[in-house]
Each structure stands twice: as structure tokens, then as C-alpha cells.
């Protein structure tokens, strides 16, 4: 099986948009964008499963705690694009283990967090099945061309990180204490989307769904630059390794215009430097940690155990 | 475990649209209905899933052949509704009996079918798993405000049904034949939903996904009225139960007011009455066949079994 980076790439080429569609951007960003007949908006598109065994155990995520996680992985992409959320549809299949109390338990999770984002649930799809399998789209709304994409960082461009990385992956290793919540119960960093967005005029986003080495490679790939980074800040207990590979940060990665002036905190959560980006010395995706190459080992579900440290990201 | 619309009524209270939302119609019609910003269209969005064991075998089903079928049950959402389709999402869950030949040639699958119709594929998810598990989102475009519901159908009104019925069941059933190629490629009727809205004016339409007596009682509750029927035309070889019961059709049910001049064919496709609309008894649903009471018996995921015939619809 070829990693998930080539099937995407073969789609990518197959799924021709032709010139004047209104889907702008199509496979290859955190979202897909769509832009309306006649709107002042821009629409925005992820959609992001959430299955049993891979992205949570029904041992630690309690229904309400899964309904919620399996929201937020959305509302990242929808915040790491600048949007504002609009709505989402929820496909839920039912397994067997799953009773009426889990399951309204598992969308009030899911409807608690909408209400506070605004992503109003407004379909879905149920069935029943072997196992726990989720599926959540979520649209949202950003003022027409303005959305952040990961495809326009340029060499010059100053590297942020918001928040403190390495958490999300203790907290499934020890599953006690403060990475325990952090793990449990990871924000989407909407209001740091917008303020890139309105502000700081930044000229490229990405969440960290799959690790900061990864998610900044996927920048690197799609504007064709290289990266030079510091190591990041790392959440009170993590290891470094923890910092630059760990997934389920649902943080941001930024860059910003050399001379931009960005603040230490923003609602909160730290922002930190972490870098810049440097022309591409082949066809771009390098990242130097300390001026030594970092190998991009964030999550892949389709890598080949052997190829890379898999680590053991079900949850 | 309550039935499907138990948990789908419940959800849809607790999931309130504010006043004022551009969320026109959210959970209880095929599609949601979304109205961008100062735009002259309408969106429309829909989710369904595609499940191992539950919609396909991959005894029965080519890859290509699941991966059709697997767009074909979100663009008949559109049909009903009245939509153009614009893009698609999907999700994609491949399991360890999947190699890379079986995925593209699955993706080959959806994109043909995506190409033809204008439903550019332009996102999704990919992920390994356990069981094969697709999730597909498709947007349809509609002009502002004509969008087909299911919850418009009026007492008076005359009841239509495309195509001949019946043949997904049978062909589900013997694998063999007309049937066979009428279970495996289903066509979603988008040009029959565009003339329902730009000549017939047509009230109220629904897709026949899960047997016509369920979905007709779905139009009847949502409006709530009841209908009168006589026996729908069948397709060759297929019992007067599975046209009234078999899912899986893809065709449409659609009212119209009571002077419409309906043609006896669409596109190569039958148009048939098949009754009418009428007052409800009590709160609507009720569904009379050749005036005795048609007991809705289509598929529902979340049916005890025992409480009603439950088909198995496992493909």
C-alpha cells in the first residue's frame, strides 16, 4: 500500500476542476473552498472521521468526550483556514456495544461543542455496523479570497506555533493529570484563526492534526519552500520527541511577513517563533531542526510499518 | 435501541437554528439547505454512508462498481431535491483486504461517476480500518428559494413515481440479469428532479432509498398528510412487495399540484400516478394501499428485529 501523501496526489491529479468552477481549491488543503454565484463569502469544506480503535477507545473517551473530539477535528481545519464555522453533518455508525444512552450521550458532545462554535448540526447519516465509525463534515465561512491556505508560505516568512506541543501525545501515554485534559479535550484555535486573518495578514496555516513535523512538511510541499526551525515549545512533561511528532495538537503552524509584529499570547494560548521559511533546495518540504534535517515522522496512516517509527496513535 | 427516527427526531429538536441562520432547512429533508451570503443560489448538502457487509459485498461489487454507488446515494439526495451537483468529499476507511489496486480502482469508480454528473471531487479523508467504510458528502446548487422539499406536499395533490420499482431487490436477490444491472448501477435521476422544479412545479419529492412505502411515509410525516395509492408499476420479474419495500431504487416520488399535465416519460424514464395526497387522519403518515393501510416497511438501521420484517438489505 502507498502512503496516504501518493493516493491523495494520484486523486488530486485525477479530479479535474474545470477553469471557472466555483471550487477554487480542491484536494490538498485543510479544506476544500467553494465560492457561492454572487456571495461576499467564501465557503470552506473538511470532513473527518473519528473511528473506534484508531482515534479513541471506548474504555477512556467517555460518549460525551468522543462526541466532542470528533467535532473539534474539523473546527481546526475550519480555524487553521480562517473561517468562521457555519454548520456540519454527522455520519454516525452505530455498533453493537453502543446503547440509545451512549449514543445521545455521544451527540451531546457533539451538540454542546457546535453551539458554542456555531457550527449548527444540520444532517447526517445513521446506521449500524461491526464498530464505532464517525464521519464530520463541517462548512464554514470566511469573507471572499481571504481564506488562509497552506500553499502560500514564502521564503523570507517568519515560523509561529501557538500554544505548548508534546501534550495531546503524553496525556494519551499517561493518562493522568493536565496532558490527560489536554489529550481529552483539545481546542480549535477559532479565534486565533480569524485574528491571523484580520491582523496579522498571515500568508499561510496549517492545525497539527498529525505532528508538527508533519503538518509543517505539508506546508513546505505545498508552497515549494524549505524550513529552519528551532525545537518548539513543549507542554510541562513532554518529551521533545513528543513536541515535534506528536498529532492531536489542534494548534496552529503560521507564517507571517518578516516584519510583522505578533504578539506572545493571543487569547490565552503563547505564540512563539519557532523559525522561518528558507527557499527550496529541491522541490521543497526539507524542515532543519538546529540546521540538522527533520524527518517528518507525525502520523501517516498509510505509511508502511518498518518504513518510519510508527507510533501507536489508536487511541 | 430506539429506531432511526426516534434518534434523528431528537436530535433534530436539540440541534436549534437560530433566527436568522443561513441554515434554511437543517436535519429532516434529503439535503440540508444552506444560503450563502447574498448569493442567487441556494446549497444544498448531503451525507451518506457506504458500509461493508450493510451496502455492499466485495463478492458482488467491483471496486468501481462500489465506488459508483457509493456518489450515487448523495447525487439522488440532490436529484430530489431539485439540485445541480457541484462537489463531492469522500471518506474513505480502507481495510487490510484492500490493496492499492482495489482503492484506485474505487476512486476510479467515484470519479467517473463524479465526472459525469459535475460533482468535482474536491476533498476528504483517508484512513485504515478495521472494515471498509465510505462516507460521502456531495453539494448540490439550486436556484434561491426552489429547492424541492419533503415536508410541502398538499391534500389534493397528485402522487408520482419514477421508473419501475422493485428490480434493485430482485436483482439483489438472484444476481443475475436486468435485475442484477439495475441493483449494481443505479442511475440518480437529476435531470427528472430539475423538471420537476423548472416545468411541473412540482410540492414535495423524495428519493427512493429505503422502499416506497418508508420514504412516501417520510414525505406524508413531514407534511403531514396522508396518501392514497394503487399498486407502482414494477420492474420485470420483481414481487408487488419488494416495489413497495425494496430499497435501493433511486427513484423519485414527487407530488404536484392536481392540474399538471405529467408526461408518461422522462428521459427514456416511466412516470407513473400513483395516488394522491390527502388530508391527514390524525398527524399524518398514513399511507393507504387500494384503501387498505400500507404498512411502512422499508429499511430502517435501527428496527428491532421481530417488531416488523426486517430485509436484508446487506449487499
Given amino acids: 500500500m502507498r502512503d496516504e501523501r501518493s493516493i491523495t496526489e494520484r ?7 474545470p477553469a471557472g468552477s ?7 488543503d485543510d479544506c476544500a473552498i467553494y465560492r ?3 456571495s461576499a463569502d467564501d465557503l470552506l469544506f473538511t470532513t473527518d472521521m473519528f473511528i ?15 462526541g466532542r473530539k470528533a467535532l473539534v477535528r474539523g473546527l481546526s481545519d475550519i480555524a487553521a483556514m ?8 454527522i455520519s454516525l455508525c452505530v455498533p453493537p456495544w453502543a446503547n440509545t444512552k451512549w449514543v445521545d450521550k455521544f451527540f451531546d458532545g457533539v ?7 456555531g457550527a449548527i448540526v444540520a444532517g447526517g447519516d445513521l446506521s449500524h455496523g461491526e464498530s464505532l465509525f464517525c464521519d464530520v463534515m463541517v462548512c464554514g465561512a470566511v469573507p471572499r479570497g481571504q481564506a488562509i491556505r497552506r500553499d502560500t508560505a514564502r521564503p523570507g516568512d517568519e515560523l509561529y506555533v501557538s500554544g505548548l506541543l508534546g501534550g495531546s501525545s503524553l496525556g494519551l501515554e499517561k493518562m493522568s ?4 485534559t489536554r489529550h481529552l479535550h483539545p481546542e480549535p484555535r477559532l479565534g486565533l484563526g480569524s485574528f491571523l486573518r484580520e491582523k496579522l495578514r498571515a500568508t499561510s496555516a496549517i492545525d497539527i492534526s498529525d505532528g ?3 503538518d509543517l512538511q505539508r506546508i513546505c510541499l505545498a508552497s515549494q519552500v524549505d524550513a529552519a526551525i528551532i525545537a518548539p515549545p513543549c507542554f510541562a512533561g513532554a518529551s521533545l520527541e513528543q513536541a515535534l511528532h506528536g498529532g492531536e495538537e489542534y494548534e496552529l503552524i503560521f507564517t507571517v511577513p518578516r516584519s510583522t509584529r505578533v504578539p506572545n499570547v493571543f487569547e490565552g494560548v503563547r505564540l512563539t517563533r519557532i523559525g522561518e521559511i528558507t527557499r527550496a533546495f529541491g522541490s521543497g518540504g526539507t524542515i532543519l531542526l538546529n540546521s540538522m534535517p527533520l524527518e517528518p515522522l507525525g502520523y501517516d496512516h498509510f505509511r508502511q510499518p518498518g518504513t518510519a517509527t510508527r507510533r501507536d496513535r489508536a487511541v
Same sequence: chains 1, 2.
Avoid at 466555483?22 to 490538498?28: C, D, L, R
Avoid at 480562517?82 to 453533518?89: D, M, N, W
Wanted: with cysteine; net charge positive; proline share 7%.
Fill in 11 to 17: 486523486l488530486r491529479k485525477l479530479a479535474v476542476i
Fill in 22 to 28: 466555483p471550487v477554487i481549491k480542491g484536494i490538498g
Fill in 36 to 38: 457561492p454565484r454572487g
Fill in 52 to 66: 473506534e480503535g484508531l482515534h479513541f477507545l471506548r474504555e477512556t473517551h467517555k460518549p460525551e468526550i468522543a
Fill in 82 to 89: 480562517s473561517g468562521t464555522p457555519r454548520f456540519c453533518l
Fill in 111 to 117: 451538540l454542546k461543542m457546535a453551539a458554542a462554535t
Fill in 177 to 180: 493529570g493536565k496532558a490527560r
Fill in 212 to 214: 508538527l513535523s508533519l
